[in-house]
């Protein structure tokens, strides 16, 4: 009876965990040996037979027939007198071979072999576990949201092995719910106190890269390549694209026709505005383009200061910084220059007055909150609806109303 729980509890581990039958084989068999070294002393002298089709096994004892006055180690030797009890025909010198049965070793031992079992199974297991994904970091892979904690997600992949998104890594209007299907990029994988502990993210360069491979087939070809991926998760991202061959115009296929393409990618990430930029050796039209989708007048490189001085005309200086600064910040980190936003003046009407000529009837901070959107001349302000200037700043629209009031003042 014994026999038949033990090959149970190690069959269900078996099908459970996909363990190669080599591996699972030596695992018990080890098992084995160590309770018979401590019941015996040693254990060289067993035969462990593992059938695992069947669900069973053996144990076998070889010991040497001697005489009974000879008889000095029990566990390698048997007494003649005993060995005739097996077999009338043996004699001393022989080997004689009997069965050991689990039973003769106790209940208590039984249990500590099943326990001992359990353990290393379950050790095998983990190690599997983190072997398997750590060759799949920078892959995107698809779980199942099991448990959703104020700090982190805990999701199941289709083996039941369990994967972590922590709160940093996901995007930040994600909301999921326990049974959702989610995907995400491996981003870290290790062992924390024998436990594999691995980290997903959702808010990586990385998943916005392979999402493009998915969606793109030829990125995943290598007929275009993603020379750098900078994002503010769930706001905005900008890719810089490559083309090997001539004839791909490399931002339409990463667009697809009417959008198809880079649909499927913004959903995923839930409705993240993407850039798709033609990359160039060209730093200055590089610049440009980074820019989008404001249109730049010039551009005045500081290489060795790596600064770049933009000149717009007054109505491109907001589309150029963007919603809450995002589009210059971006640009910035895809180029890898600080870049300085100056509006054109040429051409520009001379009856417009700086805001700081208002200081003594607006407040400095708002004057502030006004030109991180780019607006910096009151007519600047004026150009804008009160509607876009309340999304655009972090300001009342009370207080907007009352400075419209002061700069229209000004020019009646």
């Keep these: 009876m ?6 149970d509890t190690f069959s269900e581990f078996k099908e459970l965990k996909n363990i190669d039958r080599a591996t699972m084989m030596s695992v018990l068999e080890d098992v084995f040996r160590s309770l018979l070294a401590r019941k015996y002393g040693s254990d060289e002298n067993f035969d462990i037979i593992v059938n695992i089709d069947k669900g069973d096994f053996e ?16 566990n390698t030797q048997i007494s003649l007198k005993e060995a005739k009890k097996i077999d009338d025909d043996y004699e001393v010198g022989e080997e004689v071979s009997d069965e050991v049965k689990l039973h003769d070793f106790g209940r208590r031992a039984i249990l500590a072999l099943r326990q001992h079992l359990t353990t290393r199974i379950l050790d095998l297991e983990k190690n599997n576990v983190y072997l398997k994904y750590k060759d799949r970091i920078g892959e995107v892979v698809t779980g199942e949201v099991y448990q959703v904690w104020k700090r982190e997600i805990l999701i199941l992949d289709d083996d039941g092995n369990e ?38 993210s959702r808010s990586s360069p990385v998943f916005l890269e392979r999402l493009f491979e998915l969606e793109v087939p030829e990125i995943f070809d290598g007929l275009i390549t993603i020379k750098k991926i900078v994002r503010v998760p769930g706001e905005r991202a900008k ?7 001539e004839r791909i115009d490399p931002v339409g296929a990463c667009v697809g026709m009417k959008g198809s393409r880079i649909h499927g990618i913004v959903r ?49 200086v907001s589309l150029a910084i963007g919603k809450s600064g995002l589009n210059i910040k971006l640009a910035s980190q895809l180029t890898g220059f600080e870049i300085d936003v100056y509006r054109d003046q040429e051409g520009e009407d001379d009856e417009d007055v700086n805001l700081e000529e208002f200081s003594d009837e607006i407040e400095g901070w708002i004057i502030d909150e006004f030109k991180t959107i780019g607006c910096d001349t009151a007519k600047s302000v004026l150009q804008i609806s009160v509607t876009d200037l309340v999304k655009r700043t972090d300001l009342e629209e009370e207080t907007i109303n009352e400075v419209i009031k002061v700069l229209k003042t000004e020019f009646e």
């Design 239 to 245: 890719v810089a694209v490559e083309s090997y061959d």
């Design 2 to 7: 014994e026999n038949v729980n033990l090959i």
């Design 268 to 316: 995923e990430l839930r409705n993240e505005n993407i850039d798709v930029i033609n990359y160039t050796t060209n730093l200055q039209l590089f610049l440009s383009r980074s820019l989008s989708p404001a249109k730049i007048s010039t551009i005045k490189i500081l290489e060795e200061e790596k600064r770049a001085e933009i000149y717009l005309k007054p109505s491109e």
């Design 59 to 74: 144990i076998w004892r070889n010991r040497e027939v001697v005489k009974d006055k000879d008889l000095e180690d029990p």
């Design 163 to 200: 994967l972590i998104i922590p709160k940093i890594e996901q995007i930040p209007s994600d909301h999921f719910r326990k049974g959702d299907t989610i995907r995400a990029v491996v981003i870290m994988v290790e062992m924390r106190n024998n436990t594999p502990y691995i980290i997903l």
